[in-house]
């Protein structure tokens, strides 16, 4: 057979045709060998998704398993390139196994169908001696298997015909990387945490083999081979979920390999993106200085910060005037001494007609990092900062001014300035860079923890710890957790579903962040937690269901985590750890 053309033909029962590897049409590019190999792992995933279904039918559930666990290892090793184009596609194939509301119609539910939800079905993990599935279970795993094989051939016809050039494939690798030492790492993707560790340690071959195909005689190619080599031994070493020590293989794994591939794209020439992201395409990792970019989160055509601009917004931030003579200004909630809160359970409002009060009494959030979240508000009711300036100036309880005499360039201005009050250099930052004598062993030991056993970090992700989701950082997570009123029973106020009319978004708010969280108390939407051991206590019960509330649409886990007084004490340690409000003009 031809050098340049490689054909795996996997027959395709039930929906027609074969998956077969075109030949390049220019020949054998980097790029070229890369597709190339992702796709024989689709091809690779197919069969075994149509091997499973066979197993479903005849009723053998080890074999199901066993064929399952393939399929997830192949689509693991694609999975840097199936992300990264076909997205959505993505999701169907291995989504978070959690029901959401239809865009269009709020009311009807969209229920999950990939391999996740085929896991959960199947019960616990692989060696644990999980309860055999009924035939009816088995019945259902096949159809989604089936289903699944569809969204493979789209996958695979996506691939084969999209003209990717090596800039493209750099940057998937680089995607890649983020999304495993933030995601991945969690078990985001991994039911219970099951084979979290072996599916990552696959997803670093995937991106190995992609670039093994540049220069491959390159003492910076073999470098970049030997470092991810090395990290998927280290993964497949180390697989117990609750033991694994993520801190170690983010410095000593993660990072280097994101700067390694950095360097090779730089000795290859290969260009960077140009495209305007959260993720900043000329950084390597997500833990990098410079690492995010707050103005990918604003309007089309806002235009760029300078000194005069933020400074404009710092002296418009302490302006009574905005209050139309109420003599408030955004830093009369805002305290920077606070860490840009204001320490009371719910704010301080002023008078008005009932009529007139549009949106529950809030606490007041942190503005620091603000800036790096696609929408504002608990409610996540405004997309742009410069329209959260506008709802709080003109809310008659806030600060009663005017929306309409309240011009443009105040607006930019004060988002400017909520925009400079990005901090991500606490010592956490520092010590995940290299710097680890920063950190104590308990606060490693807390973050060990809130990315694993106490699955903190499936919805506080990494690296920004608040929602905005990993490695694309577009998105925000919504949770339901079934806060408690302060005075007892469920907290009244619906959230999300205010703005959504979701049913199923009854009590839910956006995942704020616990960066700061040590100088911003009291939590919550409603404060009502006065400390963060309170904080804890309420998520290793549970959340409000785990306490007996009536918290039917909580999405999440109402079983204990079982956490231990050392385990709490690590985890306050770690987010301690994650305090920076040093104004970054003062810092060395």
Not at 410 to 427: D, G, H, Q
């Amino acid at each position: 057979m031809p050098s340049r053309a490689v054909f795996l033909v996997v027959a395709l029962a039930g929906i027609g045709g074969v998956i077969a590897l075109r030949p390049a049409a220019h020949g054998p590019s980097g790029a070229t060998r890369a597709v190339s190999g992702t796709l024989a792992d689709i091809a690779v995933l197919d069969s075994s998704l149509m091997r499973l279904v066979s197993a479903a039918h005849h009723g053998d559930a080890s074999a199901v398993r066993r064929d399952l666990a393939e399929a997830r290892a192949a689509y693991k090793r694609a999975e840097w390139l199936i992300q990264q184009y076909t997205p959505l596609t993505a999701r169907a194939l291995n989504g978070e196994p959690q029901d959401e509301p239809d865009e269009e119609q709020p009311r009807l539910i969209v229920h999950p169908t990939g391999m996740q939800v085929m896991a959960t079905m199947l019960g616990g993990c692989e060696d644990n001696n999980a309860k055999a599935p009924s035939l009816e279970v088995l019945d259902s795993i096949a159809e989604f298997a089936r289903m699944a094989r569809v969204h493979i051939r789209h996958v695979h016809d996506q691939l084969s015909d999209a003209a990717i050039t090596d800039a493209q494939i750099f940057d998937a690798a680089r995607v890649e990387l983020a999304r495993l030492s933030t995601l991945a790492i969690a078990g985001v993707d991994a039911p219970a945490g099951c084979g979290a560790m072996r599916e990552t340690a696959e997803a670093l071959r995937g991106i190995r083999n992609g670039v093994r195909g540049y220069a491959a005689g390159s003492k910076d190619a073999r470098l970049f081979d030997l470092l991810a080599s090395r990290a998927a031994r280290y993964l497949d070493a180390n697989a117990t979920f609750a033991s694994f020590d993520r801190f170690d293989f983010i410095v000593s794994f993660a990072n280097p390999l994101a700067e390694q591939l950095g360097s090779l794209r730089q000795v290859l020439a290969i260009p960077i993106l140009t495209d305007r992201r959260p993720f900043v395409a000329s950084v390597n990792s997500v833990f990098e200085h410079g690492a995010f970019e707050p103005l990918a989160y604003s309007a089309p055509g806002t235009p760029q910060s300078n000194g005069r601009l933020v400074a404009l917004g710092e002296r418009l931030f302490s302006d009574t005037s905005l209050s139309n003579g109420h003599g408030r200004s955004c830093a009369s909630c805002h305290q920077r001494a606070l860490g840009f809160t204001d320490g009371v359970r719910l704010p301080a409002l002023l008078p008005a007609h009932t009529a007139e009060v549009t949106t529950p009494v809030r606490n007041t959030p942190t503005l620091i990092n603000a800036a790096l979240q696609p929408v504002a508000f608990a409610d996540g009711r405004v997309a742009f900062l410069e329209d959260q300036v506008a709802a709080v100036v003109a809310n008659p309880r806030e600060m009663g001014g005017n929306a309409a005499t309240l011009s443009r360039k105040t607006r930019i201005a004060l988002a400017a300035y909520v925009r400079s009050l990005t901090r991500l250099e606490s010592r956490f930052d520092r010590a995940v860079r290299g710097e680890t004598s920063l950190i104590s062993p308990e606060e490693r030991r807390g973050f060990n923890l809130f990315m694993g056993r106490a699955r903190c970090g499936t919805c506080h992700f990494a690296p920004l710890f608040n929602g905005t989701r990993p490695p694309a950082f577009e998105e925000t997570t919504i949770e339901v957790i079934g806060v408690p009123a302060v005075h007892g029973g469920l907290d009244g106020d619906v959230g999300v579903f205010g703005v959504s009319r979701a049913p199923m978004q009854q009590h839910a708010f956006r995942v704020p962040t616990v960066r700061n969280a040590a100088v911003t108390a009291p939590y919550m939407h409603n404060g009502a937690f006065r400390t963060l051991e309170e904080v804890i206590d309420f998520y290793d019960a549970g959340g409000g269901k785990g306490r007996g509330l009536a918290v039917p649409n909580q999405t999440l886990p109402s079983d204990s985590l079982h956490l231990s007084r050392q385990e709490k004490h690590d985890l306050v340690e770690f987010m301690k750890a994650l305090t920076d409000t040093t104004p970054a003009h003062t810092r060395r």
